[in-house]
Every structure is written in structure tokens, then in C-alpha cells.
């Protein structure tokens, strides 16, 4: 039988492929702009039926149609590798839950866990001459799941980019049980991020001028990694390399810009290296069977000792707040939570571990809640009951506001208390230093 007389026999509507799920069932929906739209759409009108049906996957980029049943909560469970503002309000209604994770490791949990997933339904790009179907810009784990489920359906999209890798970017027509031509919807774009403020600019600046020619950079999501990527785009660094989990607009801004080459690294040189990829369509445009740019997958991207390989690797993340101990909480508010670890710990200790790496950790000194009208700083004495320590005291390296930038390695806990309010806003610092003392983390010759 040949390629495509395979992918006839396995072709499908999305109908059928939905009634595949039964009460009970684990299915997974891939993730980010892999989310699966004729299929969910199937499985939605049959869910009510069902009961327990516990689905998987991360970063929702629209709102599923299965999330807009009638009392979602007695039907299933959204269970979330990483939050997004969907999954968040999902949360308040009972049926959205966060599934704590230390990314690289994703693989891994699918191919060791007894719980094998009974359903994967995820988009596609259309199958090649060879019968692949390419994961788009979400190699991440994808291969693992495949490997793993009992049911494997693609949602073939004639829009989704084709991202090149040097593996576990793509299934075979073998491996697949069901195949659904669905409508081909444009790609969801991720923000193409809000012009950067002053402080993100201020930030920015900082950052910049620590990193040398020929550093290998790994960006966040966010305005102040996105500031970092277009203030590298307007300098005179060169011979840069991208060595990242996520692939954002600001990358492509700095190749365009010619500042990209993959000269230095050690490994997989001269490539853009990658664990997922979201933004707009520029960036999807510039990932479709580009050869510059690998997909791989996240236990590759994101393991600590890939990163340690690179000399001069350069971790550029965000945090939502962080106390006078040094310790880093980039996922919740208190106990509501807003996205997820995700891999920044594994880049932080994955770029301290490098020749002449950096990891910076960055953030405003402060914001205004919205609840009270009043500026609160993100320097606490402690963290919030409920906030989730993403990176342990031990671990922050560098820590940029926009009042400056700070070593923090190898601190006892009065420098670090020091060095961390020097850079808080400074209508905050006598407090913070007077919640220091209390602490005992405060030596009375401190400057004030």
C-alpha cells in the first residue's frame, strides 16, 4: 500500500473522530496553535453526554469549543502545562487546573507514567512525499505523545507552517490512527506584544550592555524580553546565536536585522533552536521551511546540560515579584494562578552553568493594583501566602529593574537584602529595609 492509499484509509470526519473519547478518558490536545478546532468542535456537541473526561494540553490561544458547553465542570477537566488567560478564567469556573511541571522533562512523563494518554488530537501541517505530518512550530513534546497514546488523530491544516528539525518534529502516517481534513483556519497569533514602556526600555538598556558579541540568547515571553530583542536588533552586536524554549517575533526582528548567525556556538551551529514557537504572522512565516531554524524537542531545548555547551548564553526572563531572600515568583499572584514554571529554572541554571553565561531575571519595581489604585512594589519582604518559588534563593544570577542591575550570586543574605532593595522603587526602600531588620537579614553599618 502506498503513502497515500494509507492516507486514505485512515482519513475521517471530524464526527468520527470524536466519538473515539469515552467517559473516563485522558485526551491530549497538543499545545499553542497545534489546538485541535474541527475535532473539538465535534467532541463538543457529543461531551454532554460523557462525564470525566479529562483533557490535556497548554498555552490555549482561543477559547475551545469544548470550554462553552453547559456546566463544563460536570463534564471534564482542562488540565494545563501552562496557563494563558483562557485557561485562567476556565479556572474560576471549576474545570481548569494547572499540572505543575519542570518543562525539559515533559518527555518524559508521558513516555514513564503507567497513565497512558487514550486520546491525542492535535493540528498538522498536510503529509509530505515521505508521509510525515509536521508538528508546525510545537515539536515540544509531541513525539512523546504520539509514542504514548492508545489513538493518535491529526487535524490536517494547509496553514500551518512546516518547521524544519533535526528531530521528533514530525509523525509518520504509520503511527497515526485517524486523519481529519479540517477548514484550515489562519494560525493563531500571539500579540505581536505592546510597545515597550519606559521601564521596560530602562531594563532593556541594562541588559544589553552585558551581553558580548557572539552570545547565544534565549527570550521570555513578554514586553521586557521583547524591548531586550528589538534593542539587540538596533545595536552593533553580531554573530549572535538563538538557543531558546520559545521562539518569539523579537528573533525574528534580530535575523532580519542580520545580528544572527550561529558562528560561535558549540553545538547545532549556525541554527535557531527552538522548543515551540507563537507570535504573529511574521513570525510563522519566517519558521515555514526555513533551514536556519530547528524544531526539536523540549527535553533536547531546555536540558540543562544542552544549554551548559553554549559559551556565553544569555537566559532573559520575566518574574511577577520576588522577596529580600532572592527567591523568584514568576507564576502566581498569591495562590491565583497565572501561567506557569514552564522553563525558567532550566535556563537559569542552565546559563550559570555555561562558559561566561548569564541569567537575568527582570521585572518592574512596581505596579499598580488594580483592586486598591495604589502602587505596590514587586520587591516584598516575603512572598505572598500562596506564591509558588519558580527560582530558589540559591539560584537568581542577575536581578534588572529599571533603578539598575545586580549580582546577586555568592550573597550572604544582608548583601543580598542590599543589593535587592538598592534596585526596588525608591519611594519603597526605607520599609523594605525596615522589614529587613525585622528579619534579621539587615546589619546596622548598611547604608541606608
Not at 483533557?55 to 463534564?75: Q, S, T
Given at each position: 500500500?502506498?503513502?497515500?492509499?494509507?492516507?486514505?484509509?485512515?482519513?475521517?470526519?471530524?464526527?468520527?473522530?470524536?466519538?473515539?473519547?469515552?467517559?473516563?478518558?485522558?485526551?491530549?490536545?497538543?499545545?499553542?496553535?497545534?489546538?485541535?478546532?474541527?475535532?473539538?468542535?465535534?467532541?463538543?456537541?457529543?461531551?454532554?453526554?460523557?462525564?470525566?473526561?479529562?483533557?490535556?494540553?497548554?498555552?490555549?490561544?482561543?477559547?475551545?469549543?469544548?470550554?462553552?458547553?453547559?456546566?463544563?465542570?460536570?463534564?471534564?477537566?482542562?488540565?494545563?502545562?501552562?496557563?494563558?488567560?483562557?485557561?485562567?478564567?476556565?479556572?474560576?469556573?471549576?474545570?481548569?487546573?494547572?499540572?505543575?511541571?519542570?518543562?525539559?522533562?515533559?518527555?518524559?512523563?508521558?513516555?514513564?507514567?503507567?497513565?497512558?494518554?487514550?486520546?491525542?488530537?492535535?493540528?498538522?501541517?498536510?503529509?509530505?512525499?515521505?508521509?510525515?505530518?509536521?508538528?508546525?512550530?510545537?515539536?515540544?513534546?509531541?513525539?512523546?505523545?504520539?509514542?504514548?497514546?492508545?489513538?493518535?488523530?491529526?487535524?490536517?491544516?494547509?496553514?500551518?507552517?512546516?518547521?524544519?528539525?533535526?528531530?521528533?518534529?514530525?509523525?509518520?502516517?504509520?503511527?497515526?490512527?485517524?486523519?481529519?481534513e479540517g477548514d484550515n483556519p489562519t494560525i493563531a497569533e500571539m500579540g505581536g506584544a505592546a510597545a515597550a514602556t519606559e521601564v521596560d526600555q530602562a531594563v532593556a538598556k541594562l541588559i544589553v550592555e552585558q551581553i558580548p558579541n557572539g552570545a547565544c540568547l534565549q527570550l521570555g515571553i513578554g514586553g521586557m524580553p521583547n524591548a531586550v530583542g528589538s534593542l539587540i536588533a538596533q545595536s552593533d552586536l553580531k554573530d549572535l546565536g538563538v538557543h531558546t524554549e520559545m521562539y518569539v517575533d523579537a528573533f525574528v526582528?534580530?535575523?532580519?536585522?542580520?545580528?544572527?548567525?550561529?558562528?560561535?556556538?558549540?553545538?547545532?551551529?549556525?541554527?535557531?533552536?527552538?522548543?515551540?514557537?507563537?507570535?504573529?504572522?511574521?513570525?510563522?512565516?519566517?519558521?515555514?521551511?526555513?533551514?536556519?531554524?530547528?524544531?526539536?524537542?523540549?527535553?533536547?531545548?531546555?536540558?540543562?546540560r544542552t544549554i551548559s555547551q553554549l559559551d556565553n548564553f544569555m537566559s532573559i526572563n520575566n518574574a511577577v515579584d520576588l522577596d529580600l531572600f532572592g527567591q523568584v515568583n514568576a507564576e502566581s499572584a498569591g495562590v491565583k494562578n497565572i501561567s506557569g514554571a514552564g522553563g525558567q529554572l532550566d535556563f537559569v541554571l542552565g546559563a550559570y552553568l555555561s562558559k561566561g553565561g548569564k541569567s537575568f531575571i527582570c521585572c518592574s519595581s512596581t505596579f499598580m493594583d488594580k483592586k486598591t489604585g495604589q502602587l505596590q512594589s514587586r520587591i516584598r519582604p516575603t512572598l505572598a501566602n500562596g506564591s509558588i518559588v519558580t527560582d530558589t534563593r540559591a539560584n537568581i544570577h542577575y536581578l534588572v529593574t529599571e533603578y539598575g542591575l545586580v549580582n546577586l550570586k555568592g550573597l550572604s543574605t544582608w548583601q543580598k537584602a542590599e543589593a535587592i532593595i538598592s534596585v526596588a522603587h525608591p519611594d519603597f526602600r526605607d520599609q523594605l529595609i525596615a522589614d529587613a531588620e525585622k528579619m534579621h537579614i539587615w546589619r546596622r553599618s548598611n547604608k541606608r
Open positions: 500500500m502506498d503513502l497515500k492509499e494509507i492516507y486514505a484509509s485512515k482519513l475521517v470526519s471530524a464526527e468520527q473522530a470524536a466519538a473515539v473519547v469515552k467517559s473516563g478518558d485522558w485526551v491530549d490536545y497538543g499545545w499553542t496553535t497545534g489546538t485541535p478546532v474541527a475535532v473539538d468542535k465535534a467532541l463538543a456537541a457529543r461531551l454532554p453526554q460523557l462525564e470525566n473526561v479529562n483533557f490535556r494540553g497548554g498555552i490555549l490561544m482561543w477559547v475551545p469549543e469544548i470550554f462553552k458547553i453547559e456546566d463544563p465542570a460536570a463534564h471534564m477537566t482542562w488540565n494545563s502545562w501552562h496557563m494563558s488567560g483562557i485557561e485562567r478564567k476556565a479556572v474560576a469556573q471549576g474545570f481548569s487546573f494547572y499540572s505543575p511541571i519542570r518543562y525539559s522533562e515533559l518527555p518524559r512523563y508521558y513516555r514513564e507514567s503507567a497513565n497512558k494518554p487514550d486520546v491525542a488530537i492535535f493540528q498538522v501541517a498536510p503529509m509530505d512525499e515521505h508521509g510525515y505530518f509536521n508538528f508546525g512550530p510545537n515539536a515540544s513534546h509531541m513525539a512523546a505523545l504520539c509514542e504514548t497514546s492508545k489513538c493518535v488523530i491529526v487535524e490536517v491544516n494547509e496553514n500551518m507552517p512546516r518547521c524544519l528539525g533535526g528531530m521528533e518534529e514530525s509523525v509518520h502516517v504509520s503511527q497515526v490512527d485517524m486523519i481529519v526582528d534580530i535575523a532580519n536585522a542580520g545580528k544572527i548567525t550561529g558562528a560561535n556556538k558549540a553545538i547545532d551551529k549556525g541554527r535557531q533552536v527552538y522548543a515551540f514557537g507563537a507570535g504573529t504572522k511574521k513570525l510563522y512565516d519566517y519558521l515555514n521551511n526555513n533551514p536556519a531554524c530547528m524544531s526539536a524537542p523540549v527535553d533536547y531545548t531546555n536540558d540543562v
